[in-house]
């Protein structure tokens, strides 16, 4: 279920295999910016705005593809732990990679969204994912998510509340209560579940990450950090997802 790839390793054939199934949503944990900067004597900020190219240029590739849904781990509710220096810095990258990404987003027709907990963020940052947002609503190819202020226990907390407001309101029973009830009360309702969850930079842990959502996804844990994760990554990852043997809980019929 879990592999890793080295640095530089190459897929066998990798010029020759063709990608045949590409997978409807894919998750990322972007791991790693902090220690790919310290590792060159840089300051964890460096990390940072160079795993924001990052996301540039798999953003772009991803719609190139084909993939339908790109969700990326933005910053976690519990990131706020983290020195004030960088969370502020963080906060601000919203904007000002919005400022210099959005015609490469329009031009490539993808749409943005955001999951987690928006209106506790800075203004600016508010201000600077609903403006994109309201500029690419009527995009219609590749649903860019960023996962913001987001932590699955906190999402599945607030839908079990709803839910049990829903049953003292008589909406329903508690014995009507099924998964769907509670899908359909996380921020990821309008969403299908992803397919397959990458997590850079070679830790293997879910980190408080679309607990409910995963349930049956594909997991790929690679060591190459965040801001070296290149297309030929992205790519050699979905060849691996292309192999895989996807039973949801059954049998393989061969």
Same mark, same amino acid.
């Given at each position: 279920m879990f592999k890793f790839f080295r640095k530089n390793e190459l897929v066998e054939k990798n010029d020759k295999q063709e990608l045949k199934? $590409? =997978?409807?949503h894919v998750a990322i944990i972007m791991d790693g910016n902090g220690r790919w900067a310290k590792k060159r004597n840089m300051p964890r900020i460096k990390g940072h705005y160079e795993?924001? &190219?990052?996301?540039k240029k798999i953003t772009k590739y991803a719609s190139k593809l084909g993939v339908e849904y790109l969700t990326l781990y933005a910053f976690s509710?519990?990131?706020?732990?983290?020195p004030k220096e960088e969370v502020s810095y963080l906060m %601000?990258? =919203? +904007? #000002?990679?919005? @400022? @210099?990404?959005? =015609?490469?987003l329009m031009e490539n027709n993808v749409k943005v969204e955001v999951i987690g907990v928006v209106e506790k963020l800075p203004e600016n940052t508010r201000k /600077?994912?609903? %403006? /994109? $947002?309201?500029?690419?609503?009527?995009n219609t190819g590749l649903k860019l998510i960023f996962a913001l202020n987001y932590g699955s226990k906190d999402e599945m907390l607030r839908a079990i509340k709803q839910i049990t407001k829903d049953v003292q309101d008589n909406k329903y029973s508690i014995d009507e209560i099924s +998964? +769907?009830?509670? @899908? &359909?009360?996380?921020f990821t309702s309008n969403t299908p579940d992803p397919d397959l969850l990458i997590r850079t930079s070679g830790e293997q842990r879910i980190s408080n990450f679309l607990l409910w959502q995963i349930a049956y996804s594909e997991f790929l844990f690679t060591k190459v950090a965040w801001p070296d994760f290149t +297309?030929?990554?992205?790519? #050699? /990852?979905?060849?691996e997802y292309q192999s895989r043997d996807r039973r949801f809980g059954g049998l393989n019929e061969d």
């Open positions: 199934k $590409i =997978p409807t795993g924001m &190219q990052t996301v509710t519990e990131n706020w732990a983290r %601000d990258l =919203p +904007e #000002k990679m919005f @400022s @210099s990404f959005m =015609p490469e /600077a994912v609903n %403006d /994109a $947002i309201e500029n690419t609503k009527n +998964e +769907e009830h509670v @899908s &359909q009360n996380l +297309e030929e990554e992205f790519y #050699k /990852a979905l060849l």
